[in-house]
């Protein structure tokens, strides 16, 4: 059974850091780009960032480049993205998901609140 689950949300404030975490197991996670797409209040899914199967190419959306950086250790099953400099329209639903463009598991998010 695939399985992703995210850590690491939580309340932050303007300008701050926050890593997130996801879990992955069930398959051959060394094998496959993982994504971040994230879901802000009252609005659609949007892609923040992918990384490749060996970590060496990564991609990020406008709204996020240069402040947050997607990472993976393959060893460990585990994706990461490091957000530096939050803003507050960071504020979301934060989702791991399994592909690149077209997805095919999720994980059940992780909430994170950026505010003063």
């Known amino acids: 059974e695939v399985q992703l689950v995210e850590s690491g949300g939580g309340l932050v404030q303007p300008g701050g850091s926050l890593r997130l975490s996801c879990a992955a197991s069930g398959f051959t996670f060394s094998s496959y780009a993982m994504s971040w797409v994230r879901q802000a209040p009252g609005k659609g899914l949007e892609w923040v960032s992918a990384i490749n199967s060996g970590g060496g190419s990564t991609s990020y959306a406008d709204s996020v480049k240069g402040r947050f950086t997607i990472s993976r250790d393959n060893a460990k099953n585990t994706l990461y993205p490091q957000m530096n400099s939050l803003k507050p329209e960071d504020t979301a639903v934060y989702y791991c998901?399994?592909?690149?463009?077209?997805?095919?598991?999720w994980g059940q998010g992780t909430q994170v609140t950026v505010s003063s």
């Open positions: 998901a399994k592909g690149f463009g077209e997805y095919d598991y």
